[in-house]
């Protein structure tokens, strides 16, 4: 190798890297403004044109959501340009979803949940919206759509419910009855157990279901004011009413499905539809799960047992999804149009009678063509005293996925540490709290 | 060679000889002919382009990470951002119950790397090395799980753990009421379920750099220690593996990466449920997601770098030591 006399490299290959790293930088270059360009071209102005994000990725929904948007074009001659994201993706992705640029209407879920991101500013009112379609909803589900400040955020779309679902032939078949009462339910699962099957199917793998077995214990022992305070952080979780909660919860656990902590909540279903398990503490869109007709039309409900004179069964729990408006739409005017039509009974029964796991949430809504469950759902929640919508749509999202999720996974596995793991939720939620 | 041995002498002497102020000025002006304008303007936007990006994306985003985690932000809006001091840090340390494990589990990590499937890609290795027939098949059996993404390998053997339905319990016959095997959930098993698939791939990435570590010792080593009648493992153990040095340098850098950024196959395995708790886990839980602690998993993320620091920064020290040696 010969050096030049500077001590530089060769002048003729320094000025081909020379050129080659121009090169480079001029695609780097290009690069920039064509990723900008992503994030800004994806909606149009077009009057023609409602854009929405839709979280319903599994197949029946989207198939049933798709027809009412379809049916929404055919009567307003306004396309609906769908952008579906995998349901827990869209969940996780929503802060920065609603903070960059959103569609104009999306789909998420009444409670707490819908009342965060309005006070945030990330969704627009829409009472304009509710002076057209108010009339088409019962009292419960109006308060539900409303934010903090009173106003309307929320058009609700479909409710599902939560109970213990059980097979109508597995009843039948071994002359069960069923249960109202604590004490016949821990004898019904005895008796399970006596006739070789899995008493309560359970599967706690997304860490979320466990959430639905608390509530339902809570507020048919404490009541729907005292699921209220615990949820918004008042109450405390070392109350000796809490602790009751995960009493009785110990009292069932045994007969809960083992290996619960590696299972998903599909393959617990799959013990039902299997006729193993005698029962599953559930929402309604465990009927997603059965797919064969004689299968479903076998499956059936009732409300979790009473705990407590007190409150008997006079709260369901009703989550209900529907759509909200982004905070500032691209096509205001066909957003409205597409909300409006959104809370018509027509649109409503569209949906329930291609998926009927859920109920629609307006009682207006044609319920000619609801299966049987259907119709027992939607007694079920015309007739409650009070609707929750879980504990991770009533509470802060934070505090439940940082620190229930992995709390109540403790107590399951440990249920004789409850007193140290309320403590140490108790201390937890108090910094979550204190910090908003 | 006696050109490069010359060159710096003559650099240095240049501005020696010159008494008056006049040559240094003709020194720089020679780079300006031999640098263009354009030449300029290119080495300034190819040094310069790498460095916003590296400042921008490495440097600010770290050191902004380092500053929330004394704050806390919801995310929406800057305004919503309250200093808060080390209350982040405190309530990690005592509150946390996730905290502690997931640290433990780090370490377990680690040392499980080290002490298994590192040194059982050592041996494959030597037995590959051996030129055994079809060595390219066993070479590429062994490394095939490298290739495959950890998100890929968590799902796999996601599949063979499951409970119900799982390879493993059909096979043992424990899916059954009264016999169950929980290797996802249990937090005294998933640890160690999660740790074998990691193990599984772990050793192929190990395997290929102890292979090609092996192939850079000179065979007459070999050939001599065979004459003076040392047998296979003397060999190995006096000759071959004090060669190996440079690449069990490697080896340890690279599984304390490893253990230290474990996360897609848990993440996908049970998304750290109790037992398999980590902090990147823990990180990711508390900043994505419609929780966005942001304040609170950057305190998070402010530990696992320290913990990285505490690591690399004896190494970087030792590198540079031996290089100025050298």
């Avoid at chain 2, 990690?92 to 680690?110: D, E, K, M, R, S």
């Amino acid at each position: 190798m010969q050096a030049s006399p500077s001590g530089s490299p060769l002048p003729g290959t320094s000025r081909r890297s020379l050129l080659r790293g121009l090169g480079g930088a001029a695609v780097l270059g290009a690069g920039i403004p064509l990723l900008s360009a992503c994030g800004g071209s994806g909606a149009s102005s077009d009057p023609k044109t409602v854009t929405l994000g839709s979280n319903q990725s599994d197949a029946v929904p989207k198939k049933a959501y798709g027809e009412i948007y379809t049916a929404f074009t055919k009567q307003s001659g306004i396309t609906v340009d769908v952008n579906t994201k995998d349901h827990n993706t869209f969940q996780e992705q929503i802060n920065s979803y609603l903070q960059g640029t959103p569609d104009d209407v999306f789909n998420w879920f009444a409670g707490y949940r819908m009342q965060f991101f309005a006070q945030k500013g990330l969704a627009s009112p829409i009472d304009d919206v509710w002076e057209k379609i108010g009339g088409n909803f019962p009292v419960a589900m109006q308060k539900l759509s409303k934010g903090a400040d009173g106003k309307y955020y929320f058009v609700p779309l479909t409710t599902s419910l939560w109970a213990v679902f059980y097979r109508r032939s597995v009843f039948k078949q071994y002359g069960y009855e069923v249960p109202t009462t604590w004490d016949q339910f821990i004898a019904l699962c005895k008796q399970m157990r006596k006739d070789k099957l899995v008493p309560i199917a359970f599967g706690d793998k997304d860490a979320w279901p466990a959430m639905g077995t608390f509530d339902q214990i809570n507020f048919r022992l404490n009541g729907y004011d005292f699921h209220v305070e615990l949820m918004a952080g008042k109450a405390s979780w070392t109350d000796s009413k809490v602790k009751a909660v995960f009493d009785h919860w110990s009292e069932i656990l045994p007969y809960h499905q083992e290996g619960f902590m590696g299972r998903t909540w599909q393959d617990a279903a799959q013990t039902l539809v299997s006729k193993k398990a005698g029962m599953y503490v559930f929402g309604s869109f465990v009927a997603q799960q059965f797919t064969a007709k004689a299968d479903l039309d076998d499956l059936d409900f009732f409300a979790f047992p009473e705990l407590s004179p007190e409150f008997g069964q006079d709260t369901v729990e009703a989550p209900t999804d529907g759509f909200m408006l982004s905070k500032a739409p691209k096509n205001k005017a066909g957003a409205t149009q597409l909300l409006e039509y959104l809370g018509t009974p027509a649109a409503e029964g569209i949906y329930v009678k291609s998926d009927s796991s859920l109920v629609a949430s307006s009682n207006k809504a044609d319920t000619s063509s609801y299966t049987p469950l259907q119709k027992k759902a939607f007694e079920m929640i015309s007739g409650a005293k009070n609707l929750t919508q879980f504990m991770d749509r009533d509470s802060r999202p934070d505090f439940t996925s940082t620190v229930m999720q992995p709390a109540l996974q403790n107590f399951l596995r440990n249920p004789k540490n409850v007193d140290s793991i309320l403590s140490s939720i108790e201390r937890q939620k108090k910094t979550i709290f204190a910090s908003a | 060679m006696s050109t490069e041995t010359k060159n710096p002498e003559t650099r240095k002497a240049a501005p020696l000889a010159s008494p008056s102020g006049a040559a240094p000025r003709k020194v720089p002006q020679g780079h300006r002919r031999l640098l263009t304008r354009r030449d300029r303007i290119t080495l300034g936007l190819m040094a310069g382009v790498p460095t916003i990006l590296h400042v921008a994306l490495v440097w600010l985003t770290a050191l902004a990470s380092i500053a929330l985690a004394f704050t806390t932000w919801d995310g929406i809006g800057f305004d919503s951002i309250k200093w808060v001091g080390v209350d982040n840090f405190r309530e990690l340390l005592t509150n946390n119950p996730q905290f502690w494990p997931a640290v433990q589990h780090n370490v377990i990590w680690f040392v499980v790397l080290i002490l298994l499937p590192t040194p059982f890609g050592l041996f494959l290795a030597v037995q590959l090395d051996k030129k055994i027939r079809f060595s390219r098949v066993y070479q590429t059996a062994f490394f095939l799980p490298v290739v495959m993404s950890m998100a890929v390998i968590g799902f796999v053997w996601q599949l063979i753990y499951n409970p119900d339905t799982g390879l493993i319990n059909s096979l043992i016959g424990a899916n059954e009421p009264g016999h169950y095997i929980d290797w996802i959930g249990d937090p005294d098993l998933n640890l160690w379920a999660v740790l074998v698939a990691a193990s599984w791939r772990h050793a192929g990435y190990m395997m290929i750099l102890y292979l090609a570590g092996l192939k850079g010792v000179d065979p007459s080593l070999r050939e001599a220690s065979s004459l003076d009648g040392a047998n296979e493992w003397q060999t190995f153990k006096n000759v071959i593996f004090p060669t190996l040095r440079p690449t069990n340098t490697i080896v340890l850098v690279v599984t304390i990466i490893e253990a230290l950024r474990a996360f897609d196959l848990v993440f996908v395995f049970n998304k750290g449920a109790q037992g398999t708790e980590l902090l990147s886990i823990l990180v990711t839980n508390n900043i994505i997601g419609e929780s966005s602690r942001i304040g609170y998993g950057s305190a998070i993320a402010v530990v696992l770098l320290l913990i990285s620091l505490v690591v690399i920064i004896p190494y970087l020290v030792s590198t540079f030591r031996k290089e100025r040696r050298a």
